[in-house]
Each structure stands twice: as C-alpha cells, then as structure tokens.
C-alpha cells in the first residue's frame, strides 16, 4: 500500500494508446491506479512495471465495456471505492469506412463502448464525487464530434454525445467541487486505426499527433481549469467563436411560431 494523496485514478482502456499514456502520466504525478481494459496481460506488464517506477498502488479491473455485467462491476467499484478522485473514461473504438457499408454489427458494439460505457460510468463518478465535493472526471470525445463531413457518422455521433455530455454535467456540477473536462484529440498514433482496419498512415503526417504529446496537452489544459481542451488548436479563438455562435442561437431555437420562411 502506498501513502499516495491523490488517491485512485481509474482509467479505462488503460492497456493501449491514450490510456495507457494517461496511466504513466498520472503514476508520475503520484496517482495510485485502477486500470480497466480487456487484456489482462498487457494490464499486467504496465501495473508492474508503474509500480516499479514510482512508489504507487496499481490495481488491475479486467472488464469487457460493452459486457452489461463487467460494466456494472466497474460502476460498482466507482460507487463504492472513496478512494478513487479520477475517472479517466477513456476506453474506444472506431468502425473504419463508410456508414452504409459498414457492419452494423459492429457499429453497436461501437455505440455501447463509445456512448453507454461511459455514460453509466460518468454518472456513477459524478454522484460518488459529488457527495465527497471533489474529484475529476476526463471524458475522451474527439474533433469528429466537431465535424460532421467526415468519417462515418456513427462514431463522429458518439463523440459529440460525449462532449454533449460533458458540457451538461459540468453545469450540474458547478461549485460542486468536481471538475468536468472534455478532451478532443485529433489524430493521434495509437493502435485504434490498426484495430479498425484502417492504416494511420493513409493520413497526411502534419495531422498526427504523438501520443505524449496529446496528453500532455490534454492534462495541461486540465490543470489550467479547461472545460473542452482541444490539443491541436492553436487559434483557440476559433473554438470560442464557435460555442459563442452556438449560444446566440440558443433563444431562438424553440419558439411559438415557425420561422417566417416557413410560412405561407
Ligand atoms: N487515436 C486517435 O486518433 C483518437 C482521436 C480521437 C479520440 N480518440 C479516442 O481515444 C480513446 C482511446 O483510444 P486510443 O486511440 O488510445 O486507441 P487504442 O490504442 O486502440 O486503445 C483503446 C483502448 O480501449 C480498450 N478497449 C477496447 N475495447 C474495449 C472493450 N470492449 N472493453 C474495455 N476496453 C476496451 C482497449 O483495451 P483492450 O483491447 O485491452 O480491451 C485499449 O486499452 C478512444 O475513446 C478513442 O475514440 C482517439
């Protein structure tokens, strides 16, 4: 048992890519960790080899997200586990090619990963981080949920339900002692384009980020307070006119009438 004061960090999809980066990144920073993916082994190998390099606690939750009982297990130890002051809700995946031609299948696998896992997990976070008035949640969406011309649909629709989710949940929890954030990468060289079938290499090199340098971007942006952090955005002026153009329509969405044009 370690004597860490930042308590449990729990990270899903912590045995590859973003995850596992966030798993280092936060053993650093005297995190004691819970790590939650699917293989065991590789779960296994970074446990050890964080705990040796840093004086922390790692726990392994083996659990498949899209299984309604691992899942359950896992909103269990976020209910029940005080210890725990971070979720990192990471874990994902994407369906290479187009919507129509895709294997639907495999687009609700998707779905359940990308949207329900970290749905349920958000909201059992949040209550348990309320009642104690502190902790931190990182909600992994993505730049597809900014652009819908791009990609197949589905997973750009599950990222913008994530960041969709993250902005309401941070106004329930303002001045709840609990910090909400959404991290947008772009493309970042990890094995998820691999596992769907695609090559990251089909993609122009300026566009790929190292996965290092995405998150710790991501958590600078989180230490500075960031509600959405956006790791490849230099004109960050661009995104704050976007949400202030989104807001400006806000009163004028759903009113009495149809709009003029519609009108006889
Ligand atoms: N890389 C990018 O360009 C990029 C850009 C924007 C957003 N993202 C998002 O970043 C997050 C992390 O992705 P990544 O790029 O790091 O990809 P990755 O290297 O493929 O990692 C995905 C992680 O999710 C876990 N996972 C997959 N299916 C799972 C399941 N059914 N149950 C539990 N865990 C599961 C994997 O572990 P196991 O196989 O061991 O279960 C792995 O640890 C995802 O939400 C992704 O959508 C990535």
Redo the contacts with the bound molecule.
């Keep these: 048992m370690s004597a860490s004061s930042q308590g449990f960090a729990l990270i ?9 980066t966030y798993a280092r990144r936060l053993a650093a920073r005297g995190y004691n960790l819970i790590l ?4 065991q082994a ?2 296994e190998t970074l446990a050890q080899s964080l705990q040796q390099q840093h004086a922390i606690e790692v726990r392994i939750l083996r ?5 309604a009982s ?1 899942l359950r297990r896992v909103e269990q130890e976020l209910q029940s586990n005080a210890a725990i002051t971070l979720l990192a809700n ?5 369906v290479d090619g187009e919507f129509l031609d895709a294997d639907i299948d495999r687009i609700q ?1 998707m779905l359940a ?2 949207i329900l ?1 970290p749905t349920r997990l958000a909201h059992a976070a949040a209550n348990a981080f309320r009642a104690r008035r502190g902790g931190v949640i990182i909600n ?5 949920s900014l652009m819908h011309e791009m990609f197949n649909g589905a ?1 750009n629709g599950s ?1 913008s339900f994530v960041l969709t989710l993250t902005r309401a949940m941070q106004r329930e929890l303002a001045n709840s002692g609990v910090q909400v954030q959404a991290v ?10 691999d ?1 769907s079938g695609k090559s ?1 290499d089909e993609l122009p090199q300026e566009m790929i980020m190292e ?1 290092d340098d995405m998150v710790d971007a991501a958590l600078a942006g989180l230490e500075a307070g960031e509600a959405v952090t956006i790791p490849a955005l230099e004109e960050i002026a661009l995104w704050q006119e976007y949400d202030r153009a989104r807001g400006a329509m806000l009163p004028y969405l759903s009113l009495s009438q149809p709009a003029s044009r519609y009108r006889q």
């Design positions: 899903t999809g912590a045995s590859s890519g973003i995850g596992a939650v993916a699917r293989d590789r779960l659990a498949d997200l899209t299984s691992d990471n874990a994902g995946m994407s696998t990963l990308n896992a992994i969406a993505s730049v597809l997973y990222k947008l990468p772009g493309a970042t060289r990890t094995e998820i384009f596992r990251i996965v």
